[in-house]
């Protein structure tokens, strides 16, 4: 299984940009990189998919490395709300598990 | 709105006893998985379901089973419960393309004593 890499924890100031790295150097040609994240006594939610193309949505923007091995969320203004455990992970079209990495605890300082 | 439903939010068991954690999900979804969370271990994968009456194991299998009689029901079992399998549980279902996205439940926190 592909696997990706992201740093443990992450802080940022409110109404900042935040870009949350994302390795996956092992990626094939079909998995679609997608980001979930998690607040605080909830269940993941979805945030942004994409396959080569930077993708927009109006939670955040997904930035794809040419190579695809690295991928950056952006969240263009952080507020406290988007304290969050935030999962990057490699999805296939196949009948097979979705496995989840440890992800990045963002803290959103006011 | 409500796509993914778990059948108790909270749920407080003793060491034991057989214990039935119910998952739903509206949207005609093929896969299904069960998942714990426990601080410092992140997301775990217990079990998945790729169709109805199919199962495959996940990372942490041991101690659990699963039941699906019908599409939309995945059912996560408990034989005998333990105070290590005190967490959080937490439902999934998605369609099995890699462009669509997951949608989870809100979370069992389950207490064995």
């Known amino acids: 299984d592909a696997k990706t890499t992201q740093p443990n924890s992450m802080e940022s100031n409110e109404e900042e940009p935040v870009h949350l790295p994302c390795n996956h150097s092992t990626i094939s040609g079909t998995d679609y990189i997608h980001w979930y994240r998690q607040l605080p006594s909830q269940g993941p939610e979805y945030v942004i998919h994409?396959?080569?193309s930077n993708v927009n949505n109006r939670m955040a923007s997904l930035a794809i490395a040419e190579d695809r091995k690295s991928s950056t969320l952006i969240l263009h203004r952080a507020t406290l709300r988007d304290a969050a455990v935030y999962y990057c992970i490699l999805k296939k079209t196949s009948y097979d598990k979705v496995i989840f990495g440890p992800g990045t605890s963002l803290s959103v300082i006011p | 709105d409500v796509k993914v439903t778990q059948s108790s939010r909270y749920l407080v068991k003793r060491t034991g006893e057989k214990v039935f954690l119910e998952c739903v999900q509206d949207?005609?979804?093929?896969?299904m998985f069960w998942y714990r969370q426990d601080p410092g271990l992140g997301l775990r994968l217990i079990y998945f379901?790729?169709?109805?009456?199919?199962?495959e194991k996940g990372d942490i299998p041991e101690g659990y089973s699963v039941s699906r009689e019908k599409k939309e029901r995945f059912s996560l079992i408990l034989e005998s419960a333990s105070t290590n399998q005190t967490s959080m549980y937490l439902c999934?279902?998605?369609?099995?393309?890699?462009?669509?996205?997951?949608?989870f439940g809100q979370g069992t926190r389950l207490t064995v004593v």
């Open positions: 379901s790729y169709d109805v009456k199919m199962k």
């Open positions: 949207m005609d979804h093929e896969n």
């Open positions: 999934a279902s998605s369609s099995p393309y890699s462009y669509t996205e997951a949608f």
């Open positions: 994409g396959l080569t």
